[in-house]
């Protein structure tokens, strides 16, 4: 397997930890581990895994691993706490090898942390739940230790704090009274020995150095401050074709031409390619390896039962010749048997055999079994206590019944064949390729809010709260567009791209669309009423003594409305993977597959996860977002 081992060091952590904060105000979806590895899907912006993998990498990965089977307890244990949270907040803890994620959920639109995942990243590594009262509800490894108890049920202590980069000169200069410099601000600072050394060169200080000089310590104080405000530069580091590092900073320590340096956007970029993408290959050539056994072992079995239907077929052709030999010779072997009668009243059996031996046409006779053997084309057993017909019919039968061994060996090996066949076309799909990143799809603008498009072609939106709702209005909405809007409480605000081109085809889906995506839609019914309006009517000024609140408009004039519309809507996805919701036709226009929904019983997230299956789609949150507020079902079931 995968041989690389780096420890993550403060450093890595603390750049890992910013980037990670993309992932932060996203809801846990899966969780699965494999070996010391968690992976946790998350959803709410796309889709995001993130690997955590101590001690030696915590990251985002574009290579997703098939889930085990069986998953495991501790896999369990963070699914049955974790299931549908939302992860806040992701730290480290005061520029430790520790990194914090707080998982929660929302109460009166305030965040309360409910579970911590705590992932230590030195000695072997570690992962604690730890709940609400800093008690551990769950840990992958126990650890007992003289200063600290890490097992279910116990307080999670966190390990002796080290010291900082707010260490003293002074307290450089004691560093270095017994031991090495570089080895004490490895251990002391709790920064590694990569770097270590790095201040060390940076400083312009002898690594080996003890008792240093004051002006040394204010060098060592200097090269900190500088390490610590480093600019990111990740990369993978190379010496002769074979990986070294994974830095997240462009290092002093790889500065000499011996090694090459690969730069990327992101560490998480630069960890996955390494751990996410080449633990990919490596688990495919192993894939391979044990799938070209198998086909080994197949051929073995085929050549087997091809090599005993062959004997079979030559015992079956055998069998058929002596019976039609023993026909073909029936005077000679009549004749022979009568002699030998005769010469019993007057001769010894010995005498008789002796005699009989001297005949080319007999190899052999055994008086005990009764059988003389006849040497002809082939050797011809008889026996003498039947006659030639019998003896004839004994071959026949012989080679009746291989042939009943000749067909159960062809089907055991046509079977074969099959499963050969089989392993073979599956090999061809397990062919050595570099591990292909899933695409993270590139949103349209209209993507962020309710959305369809016409049967006509126009983009029609809706607004999924109030600031959306606002932002659909004030900056989306133009001249040449029509606003639309139900006669419900909570309905969306609606618009049509380019309204005046559009005819009465896509006025109608566009009442559909604002009557369904309102609290009519929640609340059961059949259908409602939505009116539509210019542009130019829609105001942000209240009648006189009214307050208009975020994400309200008041109308001037006139409103067109379209009575007694019908809830009904489509959910499919697109030939680009496009999530639509919309009325039927356009939707099943623009979507290589859909599903008719109405309102009904079933919740958003579990009801996504079987649209998706229906779909094939792995977007379960784009799913979640295109719904319409409240329950649903499949219409028709």
């Known amino acids: 397997m995968f041989s690389i081992f780096f420890m993550f060091s403060t450093f890595d952590l603390k750049e890992i930890s910013k980037e990670l904060s993309s992932i932060e105000k996203m809801r846990v979806d899966k969780i699965y581990q494999l070996g010391n590895e968690i992976r946790i899907k998350f959803f709410g912006r796309g889709r995001e895994d993130l690997v ?185 580091i190379k010496k002769n074709g074979e990986l070294i590092d994974i830095p997240p900073y462009n290092l002093i320590s790889y500065s000499s031409h011996e090694y090459t340096k690969e730069r990327y956007e992101t560490f998480s970029k630069a960890l996955d390619e390494v751990y996410g993408k080449g633990e990919s290959e490596e688990i495919l050539k192993e894939e391979l390896s044990a799938h070209q056994k198998k086909i080994e072992k197949y051929e073995r079995m085929l050549k087997s039962q091809k090599d005993l239907y062959d004997s079979y077929i030559r015992e079956r052709d055998i069998y058929k010749k002596m019976g039609d030999l023993a026909y073909e010779k029936y005077p000679i072997i009549e004749e022979s048997i009568k002699v030998i009668e005769q010469a019993k009243k007057n001769y010894s059996l010995e005498d008789i055999k002796q005699k009989l031996l001297n005949n080319k046409l007999i190899s052999d006779i055994d008086f005990k079994t009764g059988i003389i053997t006849f040497n002809f084309d082939i050797k011809l057993p008889i026996e003498l206590k039947k006659d030639v017909n019998e003896n004839a019919n004994l071959f026949y039968e012989k080679s009746k019944k291989m042939k009943r061994k000749i067909d159960g060996a062809k089907t055991a090996m046509d079977n074969t064949e099959v499963k050969l066949l089989k392993l073979k076309e599956e090999e061809e799909g397990l062919e050595i390729e570099i591990p292909k990143a899933i695409e993270k799809k590139v949103k349209e603008w209209y993507e962020r809010f309710r959305w369809f498009t016409s049967s006509e072609g126009h983009i029609i939106l809706g607004g999924r709260d109030a600031s959306s709702n606002e932002v659909i209005v004030k900056k989306y909405m133009e001249d040449n567009d029509i606003y639309f809007h139900a006669d419900a409480y909570g309905a969306p605000h609606v618009i049509i791209k380019e309204g005046n081109k559009a005819t009465d085809v896509t006025i109608n889906e566009a009442a559909i669309f604002a009557v369904s995506f309102s609290s009519l839609w929640k609340d059961g019914y059949g259908g409602g009423d939505a009116y539509w309006v210019t542009p130019d009517q829609v105001t942000k000024e209240a009648p006189s003594g009214e307050f208009l609140k975020k994400g309200a408009f008041a109308i001037k004039g006139k409103r067109n409305y379209l009575k007694s519309i019908s809830i009904k809507l489509s959910i499919g996805i697109t030939v680009d993977g496009k999530i639509m919701c919309g009325p039927d036709t356009p939707v099943q226009k623009h979507t290589v597959k859909s599903i008719k929904i109405i309102p009904g019983k079933h919740k958003k997230e579990s009801f996504a996860k079987r649209i998706a299956k229906i779909l094939e789609t792995e977007d379960i949150d784009g799913i979640v977002q295109a719904l319409p507020p409240g329950g649903c079902e499949i219409r028709g079931e």
Not at 107 to 130: A, T, Y
Not at 150 to 158: E, I, R, T
Not at 212 to 236: C, G, N, R, V, Y
Request: aromatic share 10%.
């Open 52 to 236: 955590i993998k101590p001690p030696l990498a915590v990251f985002i990965t574009s290579y997703p691993k098939p889930a085990p089977k069986n998953p495991t307890w501790f896999a369990m244990l963070l699914r049955k706490h974790l299931k549908a949270m939302w992860l806040f907040k992701i730290e480290q803890y005061d520029f430790d090898r520790i990194l914090m994620l707080s998982f929660g959920f929302y109460e009166d639109n305030n965040p309360v942390v409910k579970f911590v995942i705590i992932v230590e990243m030195f000695r072997d590594g570690n992962i604690i739940l730890v709940n609400e009262d800093n008690v551990i509800v769950g840990i992958l490894s126990r650890e007992y230790m003289k200063d600290r108890t890490l097992a279910p049920k116990s307080n999670y202590d966190f390990p002796e704090k080290k010291k900082g980069f707010d260490i003293t000169i002074d307290e450089i200069i004691e560093l270095s009274r017994e031991k090495e410099i570089v080895k004490e601000l490895a251990t002391q600072l709790n920064i590694g020995g990569l770097y270590a050394e790095e201040i060390c060169l940076l400083a312009g200080v002898d690594k080996s150095s003890k008792n240093i000089s004051q002006s040394d310590a204010a060098k060592i104080k200097k090269a900190l401050h500088q390490l610590e405000t480093q600019q990111k530069d990740p990369m993978i």
